[in-house]
Nanobody, 120 residues
Framework: QVQLVESGGGLVQAGGSLRLSCAAS????????MGWFRQAPGKERETVAA????????YYTDSVKGRFTISRDNAKSAVYLQMNSLKPEDTAIYYC?????????????WGQGTQVTVSS
């Protein structure tokens, strides 16, 4: 059974950094695109970043470009989101998810989420 477990969230001041991790199990991790998403109170969930199976293709939403970096370690079945220069508007629950395939943009398994709070 596929499991995704996020960690690394917390409370940080504006301008600070956090590194989120997502540990995956139950599937051949290296075959699939992985994504990070976030949902703030009262807002729709948005895609933050995605990385294909070997890291050769990466997507960032415009609001995080230049500040966030997605990476993966297939040997450890893990995907990461390094978040720098954090802003209060980055406050949200962050989720990692597994794509159905190599870049379908349809995600079939989700973690439980980790809270990121950025104070001004």
């Amino acid at each position: 059974q596929v499991q995704l477990v996020e960690s690394g969230g917390g409370l940080v001041q504006a301008g600070g950094s956090l590194r989120l991790s997502c540990a995956a199990s139950g599937h051949t991790f290296s075959n699939y695109t992985m994504g990070w998403f976030r949902q703030a109170p009262g807002k729709e969930r948005e895609t933050v970043a995605a990385i294909n199976y070997n890291g050769g293709s990466i997507y960032y939403t415009d609001s995080v470009k230049g500040r966030f970096t997605i990476s993966r370690d297939n040997a450890k079945s893990a995907v990461y989101l390094q978040m720098n220069s954090l802003k209060p508007e980055d406050t949200a629950i962050y989720y990692c998810a597994k794509d159905r395939g190599t870049w379908s943009c349809e995600y079939d398994y989700w973690g439980q989420g980790t809270q990121v709070t950025v104070s001004s």
